[in-house]
Nanobody
């Protein structure tokens, strides 16, 4: 059974950094795009960053220049380095993995940016 296990969330002060990880296991094959989404209380889930199998990346405007997405194909893992965090980055962050067959979601990890 495919599982996506996220880690790295937590409480950080404004201006701080966090690195999220999401490892896919359980016989997942033919991974194409990997991505991070987030959902703040009372808001819709939104795309944060995407990385293709070839390494091309795309970012939401509000995180460009602050967040960096990367992946380790050998480990089926996607990362999100978040710098210069702002209170408005507070949300539950979800990883998403798309294969040739279907997409999978992680359980979410809470990121709270507060002084």
């Amino acid at each position: 059974q495919v599982q996506l296990v996220e880690s790295g969330g937590g409480l950080v002060q404004p201006g701080g950094s966090l690195k999220l990880s999401c490892a896919a296991s359980g016989g997942i094959f033919s991974i194409r795009a990997m991505a991070w989404y987030r959902q703040a209380p009372g808001k819709q889930r939104e795309s944060v960053a995407t990385i293709t199998s070839g390494g091309s990346t795309a970012y939401a405007d509000r995180v460009k220049g602050r967040f960096t997405i990367s992946r380790d194909n050998a480990k089926n893992t996607v990362y999100l380095q978040m710098n210069s965090l702002k209170p408005e980055d507070t949300a539950v962050y979800y990883c998403n993995v798309e294969t040739a067959i279907r997409g999978y979601w992680g359980q979410g990890t809470q990121v709270t940016v507060s002084s």
